[in-house]
T-cell receptor, first 114, second 113 residues
Framework: DGGITQSPKYLFRKEGQNVTLSCEQNLNHDAMYWYRQDPGQGLRLIYY???????QKGDIAEGYSVSREKKESFPLTVTSAQKNPTAFYLCASTMGQGSYNEQFFGPGTRLTVL | AQSVTQPDIHITVSEGASLELRCNYS??????LFWYVQSPGQGLQLLLK??????LVQGIKGFEAEFKRSQSSFNLRKPSVHWSDAAEYFC???????????FGRGTSLIVHP
């Protein structure tokens, strides 16, 4: 079955550590996205990528980095510069860039800073 | 810039009762509108979407939504709620200029037996 996988499901980070969240899709979608979800704040866009080897900052990119070396993979690194990283992180993809394209979401990764 | 407002943070209904979740958007031209549902600890799943044509849109799981341009609204409805409908519901809007949707803050649906 086609879909998006995110790993790990739960992640714990110590202060000052960088951690990388994995996102893989086998839908052959061109565009991929990372969102952060906090209670009562909906989804906020961190980074997105329309094509391999290219990505753009979203609304809250500070303290995060991404790469897009393969079409199916879009890992997110939460760096030590992110002051409040505890949140639920969602990866999504769309077939193309049109506004009519629905987003397909992964199951999410819950990151907790100890 | 496009924006979405979901005025209700929480909605509580009894099982079998009807449901309406409100969504208002701000965008000058005809927007692309979506409703997603999120079960606890899970990703989002598309319920339905509106681009053009018939303003009453049918979705999965018995949901429907009506686009009202005069009210800038896209409210989600279900005639009879089941306990399994308890979840977080998100309205989203995208425009021709920005294909990345803007999400509302979500409405949490609680279903009483």
């Amino acid at each position: 079955d086609g879909g998006i996988t995110q790993s790990p499901k739960y992640l714990f980070r110590k202060e000052g550590q960088n951690v990388t969240l994995s996102c893989e899709q086998n839908l052959n979608h061109d565009a991929m996205y990372w969102y952060r979800q906090d209670p009562g704040q909906g989804l906020r866009l961190i980074y997105y990528s329309q094509i391999v080897n290219d990505f753009q900052k979203g609304d809250i990119a500070e303290g995060y980095s991404v790469s897009r070396e393969k079409k199916e993979s879009f890992p997110l690194t939460v760096t030590s510069a992110q002051k409040n990283p505890t949140a639920f992180y969602l990866c999504a993809s769309t077939m193309g860039q049109g506004s009519y394209n629905e987003q397909f979401f992964g199951p999410g990764t819950r990151l907790t800073v100890l | 810039a496009q924006s979405v407002t979901q005025p209700d943070i929480h909605i509580t209904v009894s099982e079998g009762a009807s449901l309406e979740l409100r969504c208002n958007y701000s965008y000058g031209a005809t927007p692309y509108l979506f409703w997603y549902v999120q079960s606890p600890g899970q990703g989002l799943q598309l319920l339905l979407k509106y681009f053009s044509g018939d303003t009453l849109v049918q979705g999965i799981k018995g949901f429907e939504a009506e686009f009202k341009r005069s009210q800038s609204s896209f409210n989600l409805r279900k005639p009879s709620v089941h306990w399994s409908d308890a979840a977080e519901y998100f309205c989203a809007v995208a425009s021709g200029g920005s294909y990345i949707p803007t999400f509302g803050r979500g409405t949490s649906l609680i279903v009483h037996p």
